[in-house]
């Protein structure tokens, strides 16, 4: 299972959540980025940060079901490039996003941003017109692989990120709808356990 973002929108909420559950077992570093970020690790990298199948399997004969193990990257679900690269290395995947209202969404992202020290435009307003001049380019230079990692594409997209229609189709046109769970954020914050 693969929580994939939106950014903002609740991955530490329910990475808390599921993290708790005694048939989920999440990575320790809840962003690997390995699928956006630290793909020339290799796989075998990336399996480091999970048990191994043998202790897997043994934990699910004990609990009686099948345990699922997982990792969390809210960036995962805006990049480019990411949904090809998990569907190549995980066809089967079990897929979460989490869906905030996209105001909310962009202005907690600035709000992160500015606290980390990243943005340092103080209005609010001001750093949205500027989105577009900062994001020129950048989805292009991902996907080309002229740049594995863009900052402005990172930190500074802050309506963009909230424009899920086009991010939710890169996923859909590579994995089955049953692969892929929404959650309205919203829902996740008034009622956890219902989610």
């Known amino acids: 299972m693969i929580l994939l973002g939106a950014q903002r929108a609740g991955t530490t909420s329910i990475h808390s959540h599921l993290g708790k559950h005694p048939g989920v077992y999440l990575s320790k570093t809840k962003e690997i980025h390995y699928f956006d970020n630290y793909q020339e690790q290799g796989l075998d990298w990336y399996r480091s940060h999970f048990p191994t199948r043998g202790w897997v399997e043994g934990r699910s004969r004990e609990l009686g079901y099948e345990m699922v193990i997982g990792e969390g990257t809210p960036y995962y679900l805006f ?5 090809s690269r998990i569907h190549e290395a995980i066809p089967s995947a079990r897929l ?7 105001v909310d969404r962009a202005l907690s992202h600035f709000r992160h941003e500015r606290r980390n020290g990243s943005e340092k435009e103080v209005d609010f307003q001001r750093a949205w017109d500027m989105e577009k001049g900062r994001l020129a380019d950048t989805e292009e230079r991902l996907s ?21 229609a086009p991010q939710l189709e890169r996923w859909f046109s590579l994995f089955d709808r049953t692969q892929i769970h929404i959650i ?6 008034n009622s956890p356990e219902e989610v």
């Open 96 to 102: 979460v996003v989490l869906l905030r209202n996209p």
């Open 79 to 83: 990049h480019p490039e990411v949904p």
């Open 184 to 189: 309205r954020s919203e829902d996740l914050f």
């Open 144 to 164: 080309s692989g002229t740049s594995v990692y863009e900052e402005s594409h990172n930190r500074f997209s802050y309506t963009t990120r909230g424009d899920y």
